[in-house]
């Protein structure tokens, strides 16, 4: 559900072929053949230029490669397409903000092309252009895609957040955005956000603390707060190493603790949501995320693996799942016989 809160950063490159070449050969009548040709000559520039673009900048990673579940088959099919389109925009506007081959200001100017394609204004950023159109068509607001659209320009400009609470103020433009847009989808209340908004940041911080040292090697970005840095009497340089220091270590662990907390402030959401597929979906990501955070407790993100692998990850879910249906969150008959293929 929330999985688009915690897209990977510092992805490596992904071998993508360049883009197609594309020829407009169609012949004008007689006597125009110079003006219209030219015409189409530049038009073609302009569309090869966008596909070249969002060629170069992604990534190639799927909703399938994240740590949590992406409109699952636990989610009823008529959403899972809007649900995919918001993750496809978020990880283009990722994959933008991440790319080494580009400035500061052209990031800036490629994010400011996907925010006027997302409302309908131009057509250069083919994902912001199919979410605008999904949300249009479903009679869902551009407020949430906006907000994360913030936290991308945020990763443009920003290396280095002092405190947890200016990171929290991060998270709720990068994470907690995607929860409630997941919750408007389902045409669930408002009230439910604020348990939602705990989980998403939860979400977002375990990321942080996975890709911590991808993220200062290749971006120089550093989202572990500095104060707590220095209460463990540790810099960022240390996330430069090969392993953590006993400091780094110790830092680590209490931000996942933290993260930890942040669950637990948000384990009564499950309760509040009247779709019950999408109740067995947050059970299942808020199961993910309490295993993922004791992982960060227990092993070196420098040196060690702090992922699920697929037997954990399909056996947390399943307890997760059989524990939500005997607490009385099952599927209702309506449930059992609606689409549920992946």
């Known amino acids: 559900m929330f999985a688009v809160a915690t897209l990977g950063k510092a992805e490596a490159e992904s071998g993508r072929a360049p883009a197609r070449k594309y020829s407009l050969l169609d012949r004008a009548p007689h006597g125009q053949e110079h003006g219209v040709c030219e015409s189409k000559r530049l038009q073609a ?3 090869e230029g966008v596909l070249m673009n969002a060629n170069r900048s992604s990534s190639g990673k799927t909703h399938k490669q994240e740590n949590f579940p992406v409109a699952s088959w636990l989610v009823r099919v008529e959403h899972r397409p809007v649900i995919l389109a918001f993750y496809r925009f978020a990880r283009a506007a990722d994959d933008v903000a991440d790319d080494p081959a580009y400035s500061a200001e052209q990031k800036t100017a490629r994010l400011a092309e996907m925010e006027s394609s997302l409302v309908g204004n131009e057509m250069r950023a083919p994902d912001a252009v199919k979410l605008g159109k999904a949300l249009r068509e479903r009679g869902l607001s551009l407020r949430h895609a906006l907000d994360l659209l913030g936290a991308f320009r945020l990763d443009v400009s920003k290396t280095r957040y002092a405190s947890w609470d200016e990171l929290m103020s991060y ?8 929860g409630r847009f997941v919750l408007d989808v389902h045409g669930e209340s408002a009230a439910t956000w604020a348990a939602s908004d705990s989980i998403c940041a939860a979400l977002q911080i375990i990321n942080h603390l996975q890709d911590c040292g991808a993220d200062f090697r290749n971006l120089n970005r550093v989202y572990l707060p500095m104060d707590r840095l220095a209460a463990h009497a540790v810099g960022a340089d240390a996330l430069g190493a090969g392993a953590a220091s006993a400091p780094l270590r110790n ?3 209490e931000l996942a603790q933290r993260a930890a907390d942040l669950l637990h402030e948000g384990r009564g959401l499950a309760e509040q949501i009247l779709d019950r597929r999408l109740r ?7 199961a993910l995320a309490l295993r993922l955070t004791q992982r960060l407790i227990d092993r070196d993100p420098l040196s060690e693996d702090t ?6 990850a399909a056996g947390t879910a399943a307890l997760a799942i059989l524990r939500t249906a005997t607490l009385g969150f099952g599927l209702t008959a309506r449930d059992a016989t609606s689409e549920v293929r992946p």
């Open 280 to 286: 067995f979906e947050i059970s299942v990501i808020h």
């Open 45 to 47: 520039q302009s569309f």
């Open 307 to 312: 992922h699920l692998n697929g037997l954990e």
């Open 171 to 178: 998270c709720a433009q990068s994470a907690m955005p995607v």
């Open 251 to 253: 830092c680590i662990g």
